[in-house]
């Protein structure tokens, strides 16, 4: 059973950083991808970033620059580095995997089968 566990969440002032985490743990020995999605009161789940098995990233538009996913796969864990936050990056952060996947890093999340509980930031002006 694959089970993934966020961490990091919290509150920060405008232009303060962050650092999300995820576990991951019953994973199969697969090609991968991984990614990070939010989702705001009241608005769709949009997708934040991702990272294939091959180490390739993808970020929306809205966060380039400013966010950074990475995987420690010694410690299987999943990092998002989230720096100079806005209000607007307020949101709960999932976590989300699948396996034998045949595709790069996606920002869709119909793309993907394992979802986290979800850890909440708050970023205030």
């Known amino acids: 059973q694959v089970l993934l566990a966020e961490s990091g969440g919290g509150s920060v002032q405008a232009g303060g950083s962050l650092r999300l985490s995820c576990t991951a743990s019953?994973?199969?020995?697969?090609?991968?991808?991984m990614g990070w999605f939010r989702q705001a009161p009241g608005k769709e789940r949009e997708g934040v970033a991702a990272?294939?098995?091959?180490?390739?990233?993808d970020y929306a538009d809205s966060v380039k620059g400013r966010f950074t996913i990475s995987q420690d796969n010694a410690k299987n864990t999943l990092h998002l580095q989230m720096n100079s936050l806005k209000p607007e990056d307020t949101a709960m952060y999932y976590c989300?995997?699948?396996?034998?996947?045949?595709?790069?890093?996606?920002?869709?999340?119909?793309?993907?089968?394992?979802w986290g509980q979800g850890t909440q930031v708050t970023v205030s002006s």
């Open positions: 990272i294939d098995s091959d180490g390739t990233t």
């Open positions: 989300a995997a699948d396996f034998f996947t045949v595709f790069g890093p996606s920002l869709n999340d119909y793309e993907y089968n394992y």
């Open positions: 019953g994973y199969p020995d697969s090609r991968y991808c």
